[in-house]
């Protein structure tokens, strides 16, 4: 078991980071959450988690122990593999997804790709007991849905490897164009600006992410 990696990040991609550990690079598949406080060349410490499988090793990293772990621990609900956990974390941190298994909020479950009423009843009763507790009371729904409905669309052409890392998650080309056109439209994200770094293109996935579960 590979608990944690701590070493230079020599590049940053949609999908995950190469850090140099004791002269080899290892990719590391994570969040893009986890993915916008990265930076080439400076230190890292991710907490991770390797899936074995026949004919792979894949390795899982989060900034925190607590994500680590509840990547692990949804990979414990029927249906739900590595891939679909880690969207899963792509959509909720650790904390909203505490809040949407105690209030069983199931349309908050089924924003993530893949995860249809099945799935997000079956999260719900598997996780219960093994995820813990929200650390705050559970929220009301969050108001103001129609306004973010409403967000301008962005004339400017969308970053298609953004859009692409959207897909990736199971979202459709359409919605991932909305996405993204939406929170660059904003203001909100650093879209391919900057030194067009993945550093950059995490922090615009992790915002068009955050628009896609508003709606």
Same mark, same amino acid.
Request: charged content about 20%.
């Given at each position: 078991? $590979? ?23 290892? =990719?590391?598949? *994570?969040?893009?959450? *986890? ?24 390795? &899982? ?7 680590? /772990?509840? &990547?692990?621990? =949804? ?21 909203? =997804? ?7 909020? =199931? ?7 893949? $995860? ?12 219960? /007991?093994? $995820? ?36 990736? &998650? ?24 900057? /030194?067009?770094?993945?550093? /950059?293109?995490?922090? *615009? ?11």
């Amino acid at each position: 078991m $590979i608990a944690s990696v701590r070493g230079t990040v020599l590049s940053l991609r949609l999908d995950g980071v190469v850090v140099e550990v004791g002269g080899v690079g290892m =990719l590391v598949h *994570t969040t893009p959450r *986890t993915l916008a406080d990265l930076r080439r060349g400076a230190e890292a410490l991710l907490h991770t988690s390797l899936v074995v499988r026949e004919d792979s090793l894949t390795l &899982f990293g989060f900034a925190e122990a607590d994500e680590r /772990d509840v &990547f692990e621990v =949804l990979q414990s609900v029927t249906g739900v593999g590595p891939r679909l956990a880690l969207a899963v974390l792509a959509v909720h941190s650790p904390e909203e =997804l505490r809040v949407a298994v105690a209030s069983e909020d =199931l349309v908050a479950l089924k924003r993530v790709p893949g $995860i249809g009423q099945k799935g997000a009843q079956r999260m719900v009763l598997d996780l219960a /007991d093994k $995820i813990g507790a929200p650390s705050g009371e559970v929220p009301a729904p969050r108001a103001g849905r129609a306004a973010a409905a409403a967000a301008p669309v962005a004339a400017k052409p969308t970053p298609s490897p953004v859009v692409e890392a959207l897909v990736g &998650f199971g979202f459709s080309t359409k919605q991932a164009e909305d996405a993204v056109a939406a929170v660059t439209a904003d203001g909100g994200a650093g879209g391919e600006g900057g /030194d067009g770094s993945g550093a /950059d293109l995490a922090t *615009t996935l992790r915002a068009a992410l955050r628009h896609l579960g508003r709606h």
